[in-house]
């Protein structure tokens, strides 16, 4: 809570220093930018100095300094009832430095390190309590993972694994032949790539032995840890195997934690009709009440989405480890 009410009296001073027009502290709004770097409007130079931006013109939202028109030293974002929310650090415009954080009651949310714009060190995620959650190491920008293998005895196919944060993952889809459950178009090679397709009450009984189909909250972990719902898909996906293409831009991943997500697409059962494979990736969540069914999507352009869902249509599953 110190931290909140530091800010309070940071942001009455922000704001006497503005209303003086002493030229110390600019709104970050009137600045123009060029290229990669903000020039002053008057004169086209790059802006060295302090700038905000508020919520409604007088509560500041995000303070921090330019040197020589790019982003340098701690960036502070606020929420509007006055608490810290991040501080990320840069130097010369490139991410440099401490990332921090924080829950609305002023503890540490999420700490870690950039170096050269990439993740370096040790990153981690903590609750509201200060309990540890996960931590994620990284070397060079690259997350370091455990990875394994594991043979499912009821059939001896051996699955590719990896541990991210404290959860364990099949890194490939479940590819195992329940009743009910399809190879998409009926054909094996796409059960050998993208494994079975499943509908919901097939879905939550299929993982093997010490394996479970995740929860919406277990997802949601695996999200937040990729960087949230916007850009979780392009880490999460496969290098290769993503067909769309647009403008240049490929729908292929950076697998950057060894998940290996494909694009198994799935299939509709009052159409009859099996949908989407190369372009979309639909994976089953695991719940309680079945008339509240929801799946996890990875779109081609690299987000992640979740959709309501009728139980009868069949999707991808990925087991996770008890």
Same mark, same amino acid.
């Given at each position: 809570?110190?931290?909140?009410?530091?800010?309070?009296?940071?942001?009455?001073?922000? &704001?006497?220093?503005? =209303?003086?027009?002493? !030229? +110390?502290?600019?709104?970050?709004? $009137?600045?123009? %930018?060029?290229?990669? *770097?903000?020039?002053?409007?008057?004169?086209?130079?790059?802006?060295?100095?302090?700038?905000?931006?508020?919520?409604?013109?007088?509560?500041?939202?995000?303070?921090?300094?330019?040197?020589?028109?790019?982003?340098?030293?701690?960036?502070?974002?606020?929420?509007?009832?006055?608490?810290?929310?991040?501080?990320? &650090?840069?130097?010369? =415009?490139?991410?440099? !430095? +401490?990332?921090?954080?924080?829950? $609305?009651?002023? %503890?540490?949310?999420? *700490?870690?390190?950039?170096?050269?714009?990439?993740?370096?060190?040790?990153?981690?995620?903590?609750?509201?309590?200060?309990?540890?959650?996960?931590?994620?190491?990284?070397?060079?920008?690259?997350?370091?993972?455990?990875?394994?293998?594991?043979?499912?005895?009821?059939?001896?196919?051996?699955?590719?694994?990896?541990?991210?944060?404290?959860?364990?993952?099949?890194?490939?889809?479940?590819?195992?032949?329940?009743?009910?459950?399809?190879?998409?178009?009926?054909?094996?090679?796409?059960?050998?790539?993208?494994?079975?397709?499943?509908?919901?009450?097939?879905?939550?009984?299929?993982?093997?032995?010490?394996?479970?189909?995740?929860?919406?909250?277990?997802?949601?972990?695996?999200?937040?840890?990729?960087?949230?719902?916007?850009?979780?898909?392009?880490?999460?996906?496969?290098?290769?195997?993503?067909?769309?293409?647009?403008?240049?831009?490929?729908?292929?991943?950076?697998?950057?934690?060894?998940?290996?997500?494909?694009?198994?697409?799935?299939?509709?059962?009052?159409?009859?009709?099996?949908?989407?494979?190369?372009?979309?990736?639909?994976?089953?969540?695991?719940?309680?009440?079945?008339?509240?069914?929801?799946?996890?999507?990875?779109?081609?352009?690299?987000?992640?989405?979740?959709?309501?869902?009728?139980?009868?249509?069949?999707?991808?599953?990925?087991?996770?480890?008890?």
């Amino acid at each position: 809570m110190k931290k909140a009410i530091a800010f309070l009296a940071f942001a009455t001073a922000l &704001t006497l220093s503005i =209303g003086c027009g002493d !030229g +110390k502290v600019v709104q970050f709004n $009137e600045l123009q %930018k060029r290229g990669d *770097v903000y020039v002053v409007p008057e004169t086209q130079k790059p802006y060295s100095g302090k700038f905000i931006t508020t919520y409604y013109g007088n509560v500041v939202r995000e303070a921090g300094a330019l040197k020589n028109g790019k982003l340098h030293g701690e960036i502070t974002t606020y929420r509007e009832n006055g608490s810290i929310d991040n501080v990320i &650090t840069f130097a010369n =415009g490139v991410l440099n !430095g +401490k990332r921090e954080s924080y829950h $609305e009651n002023g %503890k540490l949310m999420r *700490v870690g390190h950039y170096k050269d714009g990439n993740p370096d060190g040790k990153w981690e995620k903590y609750d509201k309590n200060g309990q540890l959650i996960w931590t994620i190491p990284y070397e060079n920008g690259i997350a370091v993972v455990e990875r394994g293998s594991f043979s499912d005895q009821r059939d001896g196919k051996t699955y590719k694994t990896v541990k991210i944060g404290s959860q364990t993952w099949m890194a490939e889809n479940l590819n195992y032949d329940a009743n009910g459950s399809k190879c998409y178009k009926n054909e094996e090679s796409n059960c050998q790539k993208y494994g079975r397709l499943y509908d919901w009450n097939t879905a939550m009984t299929s993982c093997p032995s010490g394996w479970h189909l995740p929860s919406s909250s277990e997802w949601e972990v695996l999200v937040e840890i990729a960087d949230g719902y916007n850009v979780a898909g392009k880490k999460l996906k496969a290098k290769s195997g993503w067909n769309w293409n647009d403008g240049g831009v490929s729908g292929n991943g950076t697998d950057e934690f060894g998940f290996s997500a494909l694009p198994g697409g799935g299939y509709y059962k009052e159409w009859a009709r099996f949908i989407d494979v190369g372009n979309h990736g639909y994976w089953w969540r695991a719940t309680k009440d079945p008339n509240n069914l929801y799946n996890f999507r990875m779109d081609k352009d690299g987000s992640t989405r979740t959709y309501y869902q009728s139980g009868s249509n069949l999707y991808s599953v990925r087991c996770l480890q008890d």
